[in-house]
């Protein structure tokens, strides 16, 4: 998240405690990031052993959350010296910002790929594989490695992790369409509609029961954990464009980025550890279908009345 470079912070010392806030928030979510992310990789790698298209989806987000964390150390160093955009500036910049975008995009893929598993089954074998999961999110590195490197090298702010002032403000609309309002779009409308589906399955009184609620309450706590990382800098950085600026939104800006930031922590609790649920539910859900199927018609071979009494 870049912020703006005229900021008018006019009093010293709030500016030395918003700074001295976002140097122990960036060193706390290195610390767990470091952590929950190199259990995530043991956990991939040598306990799973079958390629599904939910460890392919994971496995590029673990690497793409890794990223993001090893560019923290650099980040927090060059924001606290007020570093000019030399070469490591620029590295650190385009890293963090490939990542952080890959990585909200996968999550939108994850869940693209839960609702074609649940909501179409019987498609998903013509959707769903390991080979095109791979080959979707080779596509996305590609893309956004261009499109980024592009926009950041770019750029003609001063200072490092600064807002670029000749950007017009209908590009960076544009931008945090793409970047938020579009992947919150899709994870919103399959969130909903995949809990839809598994909560009419838990009124069929099947024994997957737990594994189907289990499977609900993973799905908030994604859409939770992306709009608390998120939500916040998107405010703050629409505050930034129609306002242009003001002391309060300099200070809100440095620590959304922040909440961003830990979404590469958060990820190992919705994702990582999550994924044995997922990768079994898919083959949970078609047993769940069958019975509603089977239900719904024995409720039709009934006589009238017997259907009116019940």
Same mark, same amino acid.
């Given at each position: 998240m870049n912020v703006s470079n005229n900021c008018s912070i006019t009093s010293l010392e709030l500016y030395h405690h918003v700074r001295l806030i976002e140097f122990a928030l960036y060193n706390f979510i290195f610390f767990f990031g470091v952590l929950f992310n190199a259990l995530a990789l043991w956990v991939f790698f040598c306990k799973i052993k079958k390629w599904t298209e939910t460890r392919?989806?994971? +496995?590029?987000?673990?690497?793409?959350?890794?990223?993001? +964390?090893?560019?923290?150390?650099?980040?927090?160093?060059?924001?606290?010296? &007020? *570093?000019?955009?030399?070469?490591?500036?620029?590295?650190?910049?385009?890293t963090y910002f490939i990542n952080m975008l890959v990585s909200i995009y996968i999550i939108s893929f994850i869940s693209i790929d839960r609702y074609i598993a649940i909501k179409h089954p019987l &498609? !998903?074998?013509t959707f769903r594989s390991p080979s095109k999961a791979a080959l979707l999110c080779g596509l996305l590195w590609v893309s956004v490695i261009i499109g980024a490197t592009v926009q950041i090298w770019q750029s003609q702010s001063t200072l490092c992790f600064q807002k670029d002032t000749a950007v017009p403000a209908a590009l960076i609309l544009l931008s945090m369409f793409f970047i938020f309002i579009l992947p919150l779009a899709i994870l919103t409308f399959c969130s909903t509609?995949?809990?839809? *589906?598994? &909560?009419?399955?838990?009124?069929?009184?099947s024994p997957e029961e737990k594994s189907i609620q289990? !499977?609900?309450?993973? +799905?908030?706590?994604?859409? +939770?954990?992306?709009?608390?990382?998120f939500l916040p800098a998107f405010f703050g950085l629409l505050a930034r464009v129609v306002m242009d600026s003001i002391g309060a939104t300099c200070f809100m800006l440095q620590i959304c980025a922040c909440l961003a930031s830990s979404n590469c922590c958060l990820d190992a609790f919705?994702?990582?550890? /999550? /994924?044995?649920?997922?990768?079994?539910?898919?083959?949970?859900?078609?047993?769940c279908i069958s019975r509603r199927s089977k239900m719904n018609k024995s409720q039709e071979s009934q006589p009238p009345t017997d259907q009116v009494m019940t």
């Open positions: 392919v989806y994971v +496995i590029n987000l673990v690497f793409a959350d890794c990223f993001v +964390i090893c560019t923290l150390p650099f980040m927090a160093y060059l924001r606290w010296n &007020k *570093s000019t955009r030399g070469e490591l500036c620029q590295l650190i910049e385009t &498609k !998903a074998r509609e995949v809990i839809r *589906s598994l &909560k009419r399955c838990l009124n069929t009184n289990k !499977a609900v309450h993973i +799905i908030y706590a994604n859409l +939770i954990v992306f709009l608390v990382c919705c994702y990582y550890f /999550a /994924a044995k649920e997922f990768q079994e539910f898919p083959s949970l859900f078609p047993t």
